[in-house]
């Protein structure tokens, strides 16, 4: 009976497998990860021949595919070393000492006496297994999940590595952090989250124990072009979340406003700035407020971004109020175009003329309304939409009909259950309709009165982070303030 296919590949990867190990509690033996793996080898007889075997044993399928081994090596008798002859590793399945396994190509090249095939010991040891080879080994198979997993996720804020490990990894959470280190270079510090973030502090922050490295917290990460500076152990950030900064800064349009009622140190208005975006950016935390401002100078985005350290609730209105107030003062931000623009605008200009024009600034005005509001507090943030009620009472005539100006959108995060329909994205619409007062149904953003929900990413296994967006409904924009 011939061999089961699968189970033939599985042999074959276990030989390149560490060691199973189980070390007492938080010491880890590098050496004993030391294994060496018995190949066969294709000894090329014509060294400018090395690149025409390769491609014919690749295409064979019998050159040997495993991540993070060359294929092509010295010949291992050392006096043919010397003179430069080469061999290239062959799949495991073949067997120097057994020529039946050998394939139709390599016993012609043998026959030819352009190929000879050799036993090759391949030494492997701790720094070529990856951090998963690593903890499956150290780690006993019965705290795996259904899925074989292990504690590998981790938040990175610079050079610090957030770990949120579950109750059942506590005994080995220094040996997690160590090999953390070990396989992640960037990395310094290793901590393990030990509150809920959300139910401890108003703030997001949360209490910590360093697993490994120093304790030191402050951090410069970097994201969507831009730097951030800050303590980690102060301020809320989340690398994961990278990719829904840059999906709302690319919706925002240069020149526009938006107004971020939960801004943090900046990872929404920072970039947007950068893209000249006007931004009233806001945090209740003291600590993101500083944070903020400082990132805002460090990435020269003053001109557009604007710093507060309001309570969110109120300063939905007060953001309104003062970005009519900036338009109506006549507030502008100023920018230089490059000499290649300047040129291209007009290109007959003398020497002395281009100069004078590439000098000349360019004003952009403050408009007089906000086109985003961005609320990414997603155990609360729907809470706070009540207070967009009267959000531009008394100033109908600023948009449509009576312009071309939309009512702002309102792109609010939240967490839901996880589940295989609608079911999530409706129960996030009803949450929306009973705090603004106005019923809301799943659709298009551009519809009046619908949400668009996008999801952004796993949180737990049965709950998900989703961005509700839709249009504030002229009913609520309008409404008299309270």
């Known amino acids: 009976m011939a061999d089961d296919p699968a189970t033939e590949e599985d042999s074959m990867s276990s030989v390149f497998r560490p060691p199973i190990i189980r070390s007492a509690l938080g010491v880890l033996d590098r050496s004993l990860f030391s294994k060496t793996v018995n190949l066969a080898a294709a000894a090329v007889a014509d060294r400018k021949k090395i690149s025409v075997w390769r491609q014919k044993l690749l295409e064979d399928k019998t050159l040997i595919s495993q991540e993070r081994i060359t294929g092509v090596v010295p010949h291992p008798d050392q006096a043919l070393a010397s003179l430069g002859t080469k061999c290239l590793l062959l799949d495991p399945k073949i067997k120097a000492e057994v020529p039946e396994t050998w394939t139709p190509i390599i016993k012609d ?81 290793v901590i393990n989250k030990i509150a809920q973030v959300g139910t401890e502090s108003e703030f997001r922050t949360f209490a910590y124990e360093v697993l490994a490295g120093p304790d030191d917290l402050n951090v410069e990460a970097r994201e969507n072009d831009c730097v951030f500076r800050f303590d980690y152990s102060k301020v809320y950030w989340n690398s994961k979340l990278e990719g829904e900064h840059r ?29 000249g975006v006007f931004v009233w950016a806001n945090d209740y935390n003291p600590e993101s407020y500083r944070y903020l401002d400082e990132n805002v100078k460090r990435n020269k985005v003053e001109q557009y971004v ?124 009803e949450r929306i309709s009973t705090e603004i007062g106005v019923t809301m149904k799943l659709g298009d953003i551009e519809n009046a009165h619908e949400v668009t929900v996008t999801e952004v990413r796993n949180v737990a296994p049965n709950k998900e982070m989703f961005c509700a967006s839709f249009r504030v409904p002229p009913e609520v924009a309008f409404a008299a303030r309270a």
């Open 109 to 189: 090249g043998v026959a030819s006496k352009e190929l000879g095939v050799v036993s090759y010991d391949l030494s492997l040891d701790y720094d070529y297994w990856s951090y998963e080879d690593v903890m499956k080994s150290l780690l006993p198979s019965d705290l795996r999940d259904e899925h074989d997993s292990i504690p590998s996720g981790f938040n990175q804020a610079g050079h610090v590595a957030h770990m949120n490990l579950k109750e059942k990894y506590l005994p080995y959470k220094n040996l997690i952090a160590q090999v953390i280190l070990d396989k992640n270079p960037p990395i310094k510090t």
């Open 247 to 275: 999906r709302l800064i690319n919706i925002f349009k240069p020149g526009e406003v938006v107004c971020d009622l939960m801004a943090g140190i900046g990872p929404f208005v920072v970039p947007a700035g950068k893209k």
């Open 306 to 429: 604007r710093p507060f350290n309001r309570d969110g609730r109120t300063f939905t209105t007060e953001a309104a109020d003062l970005v009519y107030a900036a338009s109506t003062n006549g507030e502008y931000a100023t920018t230089r175009l490059s000499g290649r623009e300047k040129r291209s605008k007009h290109p007959n200009a003398n020497t002395a003329e281009k100069s004078r024009q590439i000098q000349e600034p360019q004003r952009i005005p403050i408009p007089p309304t906000i086109s985003h509001f961005v609320m990414n507090l997603p155990a609360s943030a729907i809470t706070f939409l009540p207070y967009f009620r009267g959000l531009y009472a008394g100033r109908e005539q600023l948009f449509s009909p009576h312009t071309n100006t939309k009512l702002p959108i309102v792109h609010v995060h939240c967490f839901a259950p996880k589940a295989d329909d609608d079911t999530a994205l409706i129960e996030i619409c």
